[in-house]
C-alpha cells in the first residue's frame, strides 16, 4: 500500500452552538423574579492548517471526518455555556481545497497558512436577552445554530524548489538517490516511480551559470514521476504528475542519452517542452536546465548533443558536482527576484451572502442567505413569543420589500430554511404568523 497520498476528500463539520435558558428568578422575599436564563456557547470551528509534519493526505484517504466541539447550553442565573474548542486539522505545505464543484476555495502555500473550513454555530441567547419594557416576562429563548457542515475536495502540489521532468526510465530515481538521502526505488524498466520524491541537497562554493560564490545553498529537488506523450490530456496519469512541477522554481529536464527505443534527446525534449506548455504555459518561462544522463553508457568520442547543456552520469558521478552548481545558482536567483510570483499565499474567500428572493413553482418563494436562516434558526417556533421574534428580525432584513420586488403576492407561502409563513401585502408588518398560516 502507497504511503503517499495526494488527493482526498475531507468532511468539515463545525460544532453547534448551545441553546439558550429559559429560567426565571428564584429566591426567597424576591416577588416576581425576572427572567435570568443565561447564553448558550458557541460551537468550535474546524481550521485547516498548512503544516511540515505531514508529508501526504494518507490520514484523510481512510477517514475524512473531522468535527469540531459542540457549545454547552445556558443555564440559569444567567450563567452562560462554555464555547466549544475549535479542531485545527494539520495538512501538507502545498494543499489546494476545492469545493464539490471545483472551484478553487483556498490554497495554502506556505507553513502556518489557516483557513477556515467550517464555522461553528452560535450559540442561542436566553430569555434575559429578551427582557424589555414591553416584554417583563419573556418565556422564550434561541435555540443553538447548527454548526456548517460540508464535504471538500483536497489535492496537493508539492512545493520544490527544482523538479526533474523527463521520459520514464531516463535515471531520475538514480539521481535523486545520488544527490540527496532520499532513497527512491530504483529499477531498469520504466514507470518505477509511481509517486513523488523529495530530496534535500546543499551545495557550497561557487553556483550559478555566473560563477558567483555563495556559501551553501540548501534546496528541495523532487523526483516526479515519468511523463509520457500526451501528458497534459491525462494520459498515463498526467495531470496527478504535473500538478507536482507547478511550484517549482527551477526545472531540471532530464533527456535520456542511451533511450532503449533509439529516441534522440532533441526530440524528447520537443515532447516535454511541448507538454508542460499544453498543461500550463507559464512553466515554459521557467527557468531550467536541460541535462543528458547515463553518460557512462556512451562512448567517449561521441559528439556533444546541441540540445543538451550538461551531460551527467548518476552512477559514476561524473557532471554531478558542475550540474548542482549550477542549479544552485538558478535556486538563488529565484528566490532573491521579484518573478517568484508563484509563492505567494492565494486564498479565495466567498463573496458575503446577502439576502435573496428565489421564486419556486407554485406561487412559493424562497428567502436565502444566512442573515435569513439565522433569523428563524435561532427560535423556537413553537413559541408564540419566539415566533413573534423571528418576524421581527425578517421585517428588520427587509424581507417585505424584497418579496414586494419580486412579484409576491397575498397569501403566497414564503420558505426561509425549515420554516414556512404566508405573506400579506395588507398584514401589519407584511409576514402573517398563526397557527394557520405559519408552520415548521
Given at each position: 500500500m502507497?504511503?503517499?497520498?495526494?488527493?482526498?476528500?475531507?468532511?468539515?463539520?463545525?460544532?453547534?452552538?448551545?441553546?439558550?435558558?429559559?429560567?426565571?428568578?428564584?429566591?426567597?422575599?424576591?416577588?416576581?423574579?425576572?427572567?435570568?436564563?443565561?447564553?448558550?456557547?458557541?460551537?468550535?470551528?474546524?481550521?485547516?492548517?498548512?503544516?511540515?509534519?505531514?508529508?501526504?493526505?494518507?490520514?484523510?484517504r481512510d477517514h475524512p471526518h473531522r468535527r469540531a466541539s459542540d457549545g454547552t447550553h445556558g443555564s440559569g442565573k444567567r450563567r452562560h455555556g462554555a464555547t466549544g474548542a475549535d479542531l485545527e486539522v494539520p495538512v501538507p505545505v502545498g494543499t489546494v481545497v476545492r469545493a464539490?464543484?471545483?472551484a478553487v476555495l483556498c490554497d495554502l502555500r506556505h507553513p502556518g497558512d489557516r483557513w477556515l473550513a467550517a464555522e461553528g454555530g452560535r450559540g442561542g441567547?436566553?430569555?434575559?436577552?429578551?427582557?424589555?419594557?414591553?416584554?417583563?416576562?419573556?418565556?422564550?429563548?434561541?435555540?443553538?445554530?447548527?454548526g456548517q457542515e460540508r464535504w471538500l475536495d483536497m489535492e496537493l502540489k508539492l512545493a520544490a524548489d527544482v523538479a526533474i521532468v523527463g521520459f520514464p526510465n531516463a535515471g531520475k530515481s538514480t539521481l535523486v538517490?545520488?544527490?540527496?538521502?532520499?532513497?527512491?526505488?530504483?529499477?531498469?524498466?520504466?514507470?518505477?516511480?509511481l509517486e513523488p520524491h523529495l530530496g534535500v541537497v546543499r551545495v557550497g562554493g561557487r553556483a550559478g551559470r555566473s560563477g558567483r560564490d555563495v556559501d551553501?545553498?540548501?534546496?528541495?529537488?523532487?523526483?516526479?514521476?515519468?511523463?509520457?506523450?500526451?501528458?497534459?490530456?491525462?494520459?498515463?496519469?498526467?495531470?496527478?504528475?504535473?500538478?507536482?512541477?507547478?511550484?517549482?522554481?527551477?526545472?531540471?529536464?532530464?533527456?535520456?542519452?542511451?533511450?532503449?527505443?533509439?529516441?534522440?534527446?532533441?526530440?524528447?525534449?520537443?515532447?516535454?517542452?511541448?507538454?508542460?506548455?499544453?498543461?500550463?504555459?507559464?512553466l515554459l518561462d521557467r527557468p531550467r536546465l536541460v541535462v543528458g544522463s547515463k553518460a557512462d553508457l556512451l562512448a567517449q568520442e561521441a559528439p556533444k548533443d546541441p540540445s543538451v547543456d550538461r551531460t551527467i552520469s548518476a552512477v559514476t558521478g561524473r557532471?554531478?558536482?558542475?550540474?548542482?552548481?549550477?542549479?544552485?545558482?538558478?535556486?538563488?536567483?529565484?528566490?532573491?527576484?521579484?518573478?517568484?510570483?508563484?509563492?505567494?499565499v492565494v486564498?479565495?474567500?466567498?463573496?458575503?451572502?446577502?439576502?435573496?428572493?428565489?421564486?419556486?413553482?407554485?406561487?412559493?418563494?424562497?428567502?436565502?442567505?444566512?442573515a435569513a436562516e439565522r433569523a428563524v434558526g435561532f427560535s423556537d417556533l413553537t413559541d408564540e413569543g419566539a415566533m413573534e421574534e423571528a418576524l421581527r428580525r425578517l421585517r428588520r432584513l427587509g424581507v417585505d420589500r424584497a418579496l414586494a420586488r419580486a412579484g409576491a403576492r397575498d397569501g403566497d407561502e414564503v420558505r426561509v430554511g425549515e420554516a414556512a409563513f404566508h405573506w400579506y401585502r395588507d398584514a401589519e408588518g407584511g409576514l402573517a404568523a398563526g397557527d394557520d398560516r405559519a408552520r415548521r
Open positions: 502507497s504511503g503517499f497520498v495526494d488527493e482526498a476528500q475531507l468532511h468539515a463539520k463545525a460544532g453547534d452552538g448551545g441553546a439558550g435558558a429559559v429560567s426565571f428568578r428564584r429566591e426567597a422575599h424576591v416577588a416576581k423574579g425576572g427572567p435570568d436564563g443565561g447564553d448558550g456557547g458557541s460551537g468550535g470551528d474546524v481550521w485547516l492548517v498548512a503544516s511540515h509534519d505531514q508529508a501526504s493526505l494518507l490520514g484523510f464539490r464543484d471545483g441567547r436566553g430569555n434575559a436577552r429578551f427582557l424589555s419594557n414591553t416584554r417583563r416576562a419573556p418565556a422564550f429563548a434561541e435555540q443553538g445554530e447548527r538517490a545520488a544527490v540527496s538521502a532520499a532513497r527512491p526505488k530504483v529499477a531498469d524498466y520504466p514507470f518505477t516511480t551553501e545553498v540548501e534546496f528541495v529537488i523532487a523526483d516526479v514521476p515519468g511523463l509520457v506523450e500526451g501528458a497534459a490530456e491525462g494520459r498515463g496519469l498526467g495531470h496527478r504528475f504535473l500538478r507536482h512541477v507547478e511550484r517549482a522554481g527551477v526545472l531540471l529536464v532530464l533527456l535520456d542519452l542511451a533511450a532503449l527505443d533509439g529516441r534522440s534527446p532533441a526530440s524528447q525534449l520537443d515532447v516535454l517542452v511541448g507538454e508542460l506548455g499544453r498543461y500550463q504555459p507559464a557532471g554531478i558536482r558542475p550540474m548542482l552548481e549550477a542549479l544552485a545558482g538558478m535556486v538563488t536567483e529565484v528566490r532573491s527576484s521579484a518573478a517568484d510570483v508563484w509563492r505567494e486564498v479565495h474567500r466567498p463573496a458575503p451572502e446577502g439576502l435573496g428572493v428565489a421564486a419556486l413553482p407554485g406561487g412559493v418563494w424562497e428567502l436565502t442567505g444566512r
